[in-house]
């Protein structure tokens, strides 16, 4: 139980274009839903937190206008990367968390999205 | 900022038991220990947490010292499978996500 996954796994894009990765809790409610993004060999980066039905809250440093998050159902949470630079390409990772998932209240991770921009 | 301090490297024999450690000097009494591993390429994923008193799963065991300053993850024996980073979190209750440090490069080799 409490499975995450995202959509799609790798996405190549061209600079300027957008790019919408979706986030889906398969088998638990998600109340709440993380963004992370990885740099190579880095650690994992928190973006934003979301809550289902209302707005995303940005961590320092990350552009809310850039960095579009929609959290509009219990299951289902999306990011889009507007205008999207070669600077944006990274690997990005969606967590969810429910109090009731698997027993706990720990957050589950998503297999990533890894975000080419040329 | 991560509230643990942990080697950026180790590495463990396959079969062997692969210990972990951990820093968390500044650790609050409401907060958890948590471990989590990314294999390359992968997204996190959940091995055990614990409070105060020792844990064990079928993955893994903690073992958090008496003032919970520190702690230590042990894979009872560890496979080449198990090469992979691991993470050390300090989380409190609520609805905090978890802060990621940079963790401990395990490789296992056979």
């Known amino acids: 139980g409490a499975v995450v996954s995202q959509h799609p796994s790798r996405v190549i894009c061209k600079s300027g274009t957008s790019v919408k990765i979706e986030c889906r809790s398969l088998d638990f409610q998600a109340t709440t839903m993380f963004w992370y993004r990885q740099f190579p060999k880095q650690s994992l980066m928190l973006m934003a937190t979301s809550n289902e039905g209302s707005k995303a809250t940005y961590e320092q440093g990350v552009e809310k206008d850039k960095f579009l998050i929609n959290h509009a159902s219990l299951t289902l949470s999306t990011l889009t990367v507007t205008s999207a630079h070669p600077e944006d390409s990274s690997f990005y990772i969606c967590?969810?968390?429910?109090?009731?998932?698997?027993?706990?209240?720990?957050?589950?991770f998503g297999p990533g999205t890894r975000l080419t921009v040329l | 900022d991560a509230k643990t301090t942990q080697p950026p490297s180790m590495d463990c024999a396959e079969g062997r038991a692969a210990n972990l450690p951990c820093n968390h000097s500044?650790?609050?009494?409401?907060?958890?220990v948590y471990w989590y591993r990314q294999i390359h390429s992968q997204g996190p994923q959940y091995i055990i947490h614990g409070l105060k008193n020792n844990e064990t799963n079928e993955m893994a065991s903690l073992i958090i010292t008496e003032d919970r300053k520190s702690s230590t993850l042990i894979l009872p024996h560890a496979t080449l499978r198990d090469t992979a980073v691991y993470y050390c979190i300090v989380r409190g209750v609520g609805n905090t996500p978890l802060v990621f440090g940079k963790g401990t490069r395990l490789s296992v080799i056979a």
């Open positions: 967590s969810a968390r429910s109090p009731l998932a698997g027993g706990r209240n720990e957050q589950f």
């Open positions: 500044t650790i609050s009494g409401n907060e958890y």
